[in-house]
């Protein structure tokens, strides 16, 4: 093992930097991350074991105590459950005779649960050792338990079990916009880097992430910084649940975000780039760096990009399994090889970023607009979209449709246009913006995609008539208590106060001061929480709470109050102890039988 | 010219630079906090100290003051929602003051008596923590720890050790110690540091010093933590800190 972690310290040049992607390896490697390779981790490294145990506790994927060989994660998502999701583990977890979140005890497989992994357009998903597996059913599933029980190594795996499609169903302005490698380099050498910059900002080009800051402004104060060293990040940290159209940006349109990146260096003054990866995505990732060495072989990245004294490269790196990392400042930090844990602001990562320089965090699809843009000027972009949100935007729609897929649309777009296109009836809502967005009902369907009306990221789930809103809400409320990164109160615990009520309500044991309780911690969340994962939380709660109150209420018993236990279950023990099981050793829980 | 801003209706002079929570402090303007400390990097976690700035909430202990910012601090609206916050510090663990050795000299339950909390108010999580007792001097009682991180900084920034950290995510945040076995005993860590008697709570706790200052004559057994607060040069008095401590704050 000393051997293994000498040699991947070496690889990452000993750097705390690359904390991170090392314990990913050693993760892979050994199944966990041994008490040995902190040690020695930590002595390379020259930093405090403390901190290698804090990042493999942060995210999902690493872990300090040992994962089968074969660690095999189910996608948690609600659109996985819409497809069989809860069956499938049964059935599998029977297959593989081992229990979700146990560890089998030959130390062959492990099972467990996983937050979205961005395949919703063909699920069930899962990973298997970090690689995704789509579409899984019982077949899919019986010969999966087989390959584990034959210990047949990953790469002599059917590929099938591994296949993924882009589904792009309704390619728009970007999608349809194919460019030549080096073009938008090309052009904008010629227009001019300002005169690009001002075509940027032509366009009013507002970022994809969902925030909707305008890229040319965020461009220009970095390039303003009077600190020179600068990066630029690309986010293609895509978690919210939903949103999958990074995963087909990054497969075939990779050159182009690419490019992007490399023009906004320019604009910039940047020499670095990081393609920040989410974990879920593994499967794309030597494809990608096959991708950057073409365009190190072509001379579009490197010391003299395209023979000019313009030196630009691109480095990955993947997550590991939280959401939080979504958060740009968040971001910064998992690029430092330390916890996810979203930074005070100001100051803002455009004047200290990465190791406090000034840093542009962009999503996928605004470094592929930008490249488009550099290409076909501002106001080919502008003349899509309404006043105020130019251009188009790319959505991942999921749920009960019959084309799940990418589809591109001009911001304005009606969302019973997009529900049309999708093959959907007898719809009950949607998801727009995934968790963190808004739950409409059929009512709004005329309700326009738009930052001035429905701003999304780009997750659009459709539910149908037969889907009940508080198991969703339930399944998205989980889905933040277990990816808030603790750091501060209001959303640490706040979170986990949501869920404990939310069960208590749809478990049947709410009373009636029970959906105010609700409100209030929702309110606390949102207003007090330190970033947009606890601002967003409770949205889920709110949005559902403001549409179907009576959804709420019909949950309630029709007492004033009930214990925060069951009275009875706890006299067990005295029970017991008492030897005594007659009538009066029982307690009713208090108030039951009246009004 | 000097530069201003007003909370609560005061003009209140500040410097280039400043927090918020600094030009209060400077200007004798209570606002509660727990992760704050004079002297440390402010963390922003525990967020008692958020404030409406011109209508915006924002943490106070890590927000610039600006010239012409409208600060409010005292509202009813704020205190109650501390309160609850507070609220929440004290269900996420297990704080039983009755049976704590801090009580009377705990900042979580001055701020507690400060905000008129009552009762706990949410359901309690009952975590299952443990108590590190290994060590001669200091005692680690992890049921009370809020993750303020201030013994983590106070390790890194006055003792120039790394004996503290935070690690985990969400609701199963722990504190941990930097040692082979991961006890404090195996630590670098004595019972001069700043990082064993920086503590809010009674999470750590020095060994064979209980009850030498009766219940009653303690710190805020006569005094609110708002009164208290500007007894001394810093935001915290010096009886809190060891006499090591204490003496280079007031050099300070």
């Known amino acids: 093992?000393?051997?293994?972690?000498?040699?991947?310290?070496?690889?990452?040049?000993?750097?705390?930097?690359?904390?991170?992607?090392?314990?990913?390896?050693?993760?892979?490697?050994?199944?966990?991350?041994?008490?040995?390779?902190?040690?020695?981790?930590?002595?390379?490294?020259?930093?405090?074991?403390?901190?290698?145990?804090?990042?493999?506790?942060?995210?999902?994927?690493?872990?300090?105590?040992?994962?089968?060989?074969?660690?095999?994660?189910?996608?948690?998502?609600?659109?996985?459950?819409?497809?069989?999701?809860?069956?499938?583990?049964?059935?599998?977890?029977?297959?593989?005779?081992?229990?979700?979140?146990?560890?089998?005890?030959?130390?062959?497989?492990?099972?467990n649960n996983t937050s979205c992994t961005g395949l919703c357009d063909q699920g069930p998903a899962g990973l298997v050792n970090g690689y995704a597996l789509t579409k899984l059913d019982h077949t899919k599933a019986g010969i999966i338990a087989d390959l584990i029980n034959q210990t047949t190594p990953l790469p002599e795996w059917p590929s099938e079990l591994?296949?993924?499609?882009?589904?792009?169903?309704?390619?728009?302005?970007?999608?349809?916009?194919?460019?030549?490698?080096?073009?938008?380099?090309?052009?904008?050498?010629?227009?001019?880097?300002?005169?690009?910059?001002?075509e940027?900002?032509?366009?009013?080009?507002?970022?994809?992430?969902?925030?909707?800051?305008?890229?040319?402004?965020k461009w220009r104060f970095c390039s303003e910084e009077t600190e020179q060293e600068r990066y630029v990040v690309c986010n293609a940290d895509e978690g919210e649940p939903g949103t999958f159209k990074d995963r087909v940006l990054l497969n075939s349109y990779a050159h182009e975000v690419?490019?992007?990146?490399?023009?906004?260096?320019?604009?910039?003054?940047?020499?670095?780039g990081f393609l920040y990866l989410r974990g879920e995505y593994l499967f794309l990732y030597d494809k990608l760096q096959k991708i950057l060495d073409e365009r190190r072989q072509a001379g579009l990245l490197g010391a003299t990009v395209l023979g000019r004294n313009f030196n630009f490269d691109i480095e990955i790196h993947l997550g590991a399994g939280a959401y939080i990392c979504g958060e740009e400042s968040a971001l910064i930090e998992s690029l430092e090889g330390k916890p996810g844990i979203p930074r005070n602001r100001p100051p803002y990562p455009v004047t200290q970023g990465y190791l406090g320089k000034p840093t542009v965090v962009n999503n996928v699809e605004t470094f592929l607009a930008a490249a488009a843009i550099a290409v076909n000027g501002g106001n080919w972009f502008a003349s899509a979209g309404t006043e105020k949100s130019k251009g188009t935007k790319i959505l991942s729609i999921s749920g009960d449709c019959d084309r799940p897929g990418i589809y591109e649309y001009p911001f304005g777009t009606t969302i019973q246009d997009i529900l049309n296109d999708c093959g959907t009836s007898g719809v009950l809502g949607v998801q727009v913006g995934g968790p963190s967005g808004v739950f409409i009902s059929n009512k709004e369907f005329n309700r326009k995609l738009a930052f001035e009306d429905l701003a999304t990221g780009g997750s659009f789930i459709v539910f149908n008539n037969t889907r009940n809103i508080l198991d969703i809400v339930q399944n998205f409320t989980r889905f933040f208590a277990h990816e808030s990164c603790g750091f501060c109160t209001p959303c640490?615990?706040?979170?986990?106060?949501?869920?404990?009520?939310?069960?208590?309500?749809?478990?049947?044991?709410?009373?009636?001061?029970?959906?105010?309780?609700?409100?209030?911690?929702?309110?606390?969340?949102?207003?007090?929480?330190?970033c947009g994962l606890g601002q967003t939380a409770?949205?889920?709660?709110?949005?559902?709470?403001?549409?179907?109150?009576?959804?709420?209420?019909?949950?309630?018993?029709?007492?004033?109050?009930?214990?925060?236990?069951?009275?009875?279950?706890?006299?067990?023990?005295?029970?017991r102890m008492a030897n005594r099981n007659d009538k009066a050793a029982h307690l009713a829980q208090i108030g039951e039988d009246h009004d | 010219m000097t530069k201003t801003l007003i909370i609560d209706g005061q003009t209140i002079p500040f410097e280039e630079g400043q927090t918020i929570m600094e030009a209060a402090t400077v200007a004798g303007v209570y606002i509660p906090h727990?992760?704050?400390?004079?002297?440390?990097?402010?963390?922003?976690?525990?967020?008692?100290?958020?404030?409406?700035?011109?209508?915006?909430?924002?943490?106070?202990?890590?927000?610039?003051?600006?010239?012409?910012?409208?600060?409010?601090?005292?509202?009813?609206?704020?205190?109650?929602?501390?309160?609850?916050?507070?609220?929440?510090?004290?269900?996420?663990?297990?704080?039983?003051?009755?049976?704590?050795?801090?009580?009377?000299?705990?900042?979580?339950?001055?701020?507690?008596?400060?905000?008129?909390?009552?009762?706990?108010?949410?359901?309690?999580?009952?975590?299952?923590?443990?108590?590190?007792?290994?060590?001669?001097?200091?005692?680690?009682?992890?049921?009370?720890?809020?993750?303020?991180?201030?013994?983590?900084?106070?390790?890194?920034?006055?003792?120039?050790?790394?004996?503290?950290?935070i690690?985990?995510?969400?609701?199963?945040?722990?504190?941990?110690?930097?040692?082979?076995?991961?006890?404090?005993?195996?630590?670098?860590?004595?019972?001069?540091?700043?990082?064993?008697?920086?503590?809010?709570?009674?999470?750590?706790?020095?060994?064979?010093?209980?009850?030498?200052?009766?219940?009653?004559?303690?710190?805020?057994?006569?005094?609110?933590?708002?009164?208290?607060?500007?007894?001394?040069?810093?935001?915290?008095?010096?009886t809190a800190l060891p006499p090591s401590v204490a003496v280079e704050s007031e050099k300070d």
């Open chain 1, 1 to 111: 093992m000393k051997e293994f972690i000498f040699d991947l310290a070496t690889i990452y040049g000993n750097q705390p930097t690359h904390l991170l992607q090392i314990l990913r390896a050693v993760q892979s490697r050994f199944h966990h991350v041994p008490e040995k390779a902190i040690e020695d981790i930590a002595a390379l490294l020259h930093i405090p074991r403390t901190r290698i145990i804090a990042v493999a506790e942060f995210y999902s994927f690493l872990h300090l105590s040992p994962r089968g060989r074969y660690e095999l994660l189910i996608s948690d998502s609600i659109t996985d459950h819409m497809l069989g999701k809860i069956e499938l583990m049964v059935y599998l977890s029977n297959k593989l005779r081992v229990a979700p979140g146990q560890l089998r005890q030959d130390g062959l497989v492990s099972l």
């Open chain 1, 162 to 198: 591994f296949s993924v499609t882009d589904n792009i169903y309704k390619p728009g302005l970007l999608l349809n916009c194919c460019l030549d490698k080096g073009a938008a380099l090309t052009s904008m050498f010629k227009r001019g880097v300002s005169e690009t910059l001002t």
């Open chain 1, 200 to 217: 940027i900002d032509r366009s009013g080009l507002r970022g994809r992430g969902g925030a909707g800051f305008k890229t040319a402004l």
């Open chain 1, 258 to 272: 690419f490019e992007g990146m490399t023009v906004c260096a320019a604009i910039t003054g940047s020499t670095q």
């Open chain 1, 492 to 530: 640490r615990v706040g979170t986990s106060l949501l869920r404990n009520q939310l069960d208590k309500i749809t478990g049947g044991h709410g009373s009636a001061g029970d959906v105010v309780a609700l409100e209030e911690i929702c309110q606390l969340v949102k207003t007090y929480s330190h």
């Open chain 1, 538 to 575: 409770a949205n889920p709660i709110l949005s559902t709470l403001e549409r179907y109150p009576e959804l709420y209420q019909s949950q309630l018993k029709k007492i004033s109050y009930e214990p925060g236990f069951d009275l009875d279950a706890a006299l067990e023990t005295a029970r």
């Open chain 2, 34 to 165: 727990l992760c704050h400390h004079e002297g440390f990097t402010p963390h922003g976690s525990c967020k008692l100290c958020t404030v409406k700035v011109n209508g915006r909430a924002c943490t106070s202990c890590t927000f610039p003051a600006a010239e012409g910012q409208e600060v409010v601090n005292n509202s009813k609206a704020l205190n109650d929602d501390r309160r609850k916050i507070t609220q929440m510090l004290f269900v996420e663990g297990n704080h039983l003051c009755p049976g704590c050795e801090k009580s009377g000299n705990c900042t979580l339950q001055a701020v507690g008596y400060h905000l008129n909390m009552l009762d706990n108010h949410f359901p309690h999580f009952y975590a299952k923590r443990a108590v590190d007792s290994s060590h001669p001097d200091v005692m680690i009682d992890h049921n009370r720890c809020i993750f303020c991180t201030l013994c983590a900084r106070a390790s890194q920034e006055k003792d120039g050790k790394d004996v503290f950290a």
């Open chain 2, 167 to 238: 690690s985990g995510r969400g609701i199963t945040k722990q504190l941990i110690v930097n040692s082979p076995s991961g006890l404090l005993k195996d630590s670098e860590l004595d019972v001069t540091d700043a990082a064993a008697h920086i503590c809010p709570t009674g999470a750590i706790l020095i060994k064979r010093t209980g009850y030498q200052i009766p219940i009653g004559e303690r710190l805020y057994d006569h005094h609110t933590i708002d009164e208290i607060s500007f007894a001394v040069s810093g935001s915290r008095p010096s």
